[in-house]
């Protein structure tokens, strides 16, 4: 496996050569302002054709990576708590690592030339583009906890679910249900438009990074190329109970069911976005706050997550303006959202059901999150006058 790995290596230097040369060329023609339309197709054919055949070299070795991976695992523990390594010899490790380091060498590579490809293909009116997002969420088991609660305590409809007793189900895993949702909505979502995403934003929960996981598993062999995606940790649902309390970013990059390649690259490249990657979802709830992290251990010790405790909405839509702000600086046109039921209510006025989704143009999101955020600062310029 060492000599492929450094005939692929070899290799995808001289197609970083050979990519840097283009995009010189490019830069050329472009000081040159000279408009030779002809001379840009025959850049982008080239790049396009680099793309192509090292998407397929990357989908044979994440095939290979995820089946040395699973003949590993088949007598381990449940699928939630085993982790990626736990009882696997050093040859079988070694094996696993050696696959990944040659997917990582190729998606760097696939990285360079999308970058290029992106130049070539954007027009330089790309930013008066309308930008719609397309949102959902997915029935999880904290989700089916409540629901059995009410079952049982039809006294308790009504209440808000954060004000029930806490089943305790800490970053909550997608049901059986859930997983067939996923599946059967990744189809008719992922073909509006005519076109596949131009890019996917997840939060980091697992329950939507399964989600994406599962729509990624149900769209393969329909694109030459996967969307890129991106975990974004502004994406996260209203910190309130246990479920909204995650897992830090090595332990979901540690985690058998997040054991998709492109996920796991994702999380990576993603990390910059994590300003706390071992508590990312509370530090906005709890900003200013001079208390210990919120973490799972901390909540199960008092019983659950205190009112104190909880992100205020007005914090969370002061993080959902932020993430917009962020989404507004990309160049995508059609983006999917994988998110939870609170932001989806912040970013459109509308409850969802499970694995619901719509779509929506990025003006209309902004000026629902805007409307809001002037609605709290009316309330508190009205307790500052009082």
């Known amino acids: 496996m060492l000599n492929t790995k450094d005939a692929l290596l070899k290799g995808l230097q001289q197609d970083h050569l050979k990519g840097k040369a283009l995009l010189e060329q490019f830069q050329q023609l472009r000081e040159a302002n000279k408009d030779d339309y002809v001379a840009f197709e025959a850049v982008f054919v080239e790049l396009r054709q680099l793309l192509h055949q090292e998407a397929a070299l990357l989908s044979s070795l994440a095939s290979k990576a995820q089946q040395s991976l699973d003949s590993c695992l088949q007598q381990g523990p449940g699928p939630t708590e085993r982790a990626i390594f736990r009882g696997l010899t050093r040859q079988q490790v070694d094996e696993y690592v050696s696959h990944r380091e040659c997917c990582d060498l190729v998606e760097k590579d696939l990285q360079l030339k999308g970058r290029l490809v992106n130049e070539l293909s954007y027009s330089s009116t790309a930013d008066e583009i309308a930008r719609s997002a397309v949102i959902w969420d997915s029935s999880s ?31 909550a895993d997608l049901t059986e249900e859930g997983w067939e949702q996923a599946f059967s909505a990744a189809g008719p979502l992922f073909v509006y438009g005519a076109s596949k995403p131009d890019l996917i934003v997840s939060s980091p929960f697992t329950r939507t990074l399964i989600t994406l996981q599962c729509a990624l598993k149900a ?158 600062a009316e309330a508190d310029e009205a307790v500052r006058g009082s």
């Not at 009410?150 to 806490?166: K, N, W």
């Not at 909880?310 to 990309?330: C, D, H, I, P, Y």
């Open 141 to 171: 088991t904290w989700n089916a906890a409540i629901a059995a609660h009410l079952r049982a305590h039809p006294e308790d409809r009504g209440r808000p679910s954060e004000d029930l007793p806490d089943p305790m189900l800490f970053d």
């Open 219 to 376: 769209m393969e062999g329909e694109w030459d190329l996967p969307p890129p995606v991106v975990v974004q940790p502004d994406l996260r649902e209203r910190l309130t109970a246990s479920c909204d309390i995650g897992r830090p970013l090595h332990e979901l990059k540690k985690a058998l069911h997040l054991a998709n390649p492109q996920i796991l690259l994702a999380l990576e490249a993603s990390a910059c976005h994590f300003s706390n990657p071992e508590c990312w979802w509370a530090d906005m709830a709890q900003e200013g706050s001079s208390g210990p992290p919120l973490t799972e251990e901390l909540v199960r010790r008092q019983g659950g997550v205190r009112v104190e405790q909880r992100e205020t909405m007005q914090a969370t839509v002061e993080r959902m303006w932020r993430f917009l702000e962020w989404l507004g600086g990309r160049e995508e046109e059609w983006v999917v959202l994988i998110c939870h039921g609170d932001i989806i209510h912040i970013m459109t006025d509308e409850h969802f059901g499970n694995c619901q989704h719509d779509t929506y143009e990025y003006a209309e999101l902004c000026r629902t999150v805007k409307y809001k955020r002037g609605q709290f």
